[in-house]
């Protein structure tokens, strides 16, 4: 992911931006809080214990029209995988509009991986 910075606010004394990487960040938490992920997909195996965090599993762009995110997420075995899709997406716009204001024309969310519980 490249990083690149999306003004929030814009005043006569200033601006407000945010980078790339902070909203990576409040989508990775508000997926990982919803009902039924128990992670983030992505780098695997040593690839993934060896970097900081999983960002492969998170794609944001800025187009014209507003944000273009993707988000690849682990959901616990034995869940109905659409409804633990739709609460991703609600958390994760619900957080992104609570936080930044920001209009988001795309929000994807992909199940990677089931992983069953232990």
Do not use: C, N
């Not at 998170?58 to 995110?69: F, K």
């Not at 409804?83 to 024309?105: C, I, T």
Request: charged content about 30%.
């Amino acid at each position: 992911m490249e990083r690149e910075d999306y003004v929030v606010a814009e005043t006569d004394l200033g601006r407000v931006s945010v980078s790339s990487d902070v909203i990576a960040q409040v989508v990775r938490y508000a997926a990982v809080e919803s009902y039924g992920v128990v992670g983030m997909a992505g780098r695997r195996g040593w690839a993934r214990l060896l970097s900081r965090g999983s960002r492969s599993a998170i794609h944001v762009e800025r187009r014209d029209d507003g944000l273009a995110i993707e988000l690849r997420v682990v959901v616990e075995h034995g869940l109905r995988l659409a409804e633990v899709g739709a609460a991703v997406r609600a958390r994760v716009l619900y957080e992104l509009e609570r936080q930044f204001g920001m209009p988001v024309s795309s929000l994807e969310v992909r199940i990677d991986r089931v992983r069953k519980s232990r």
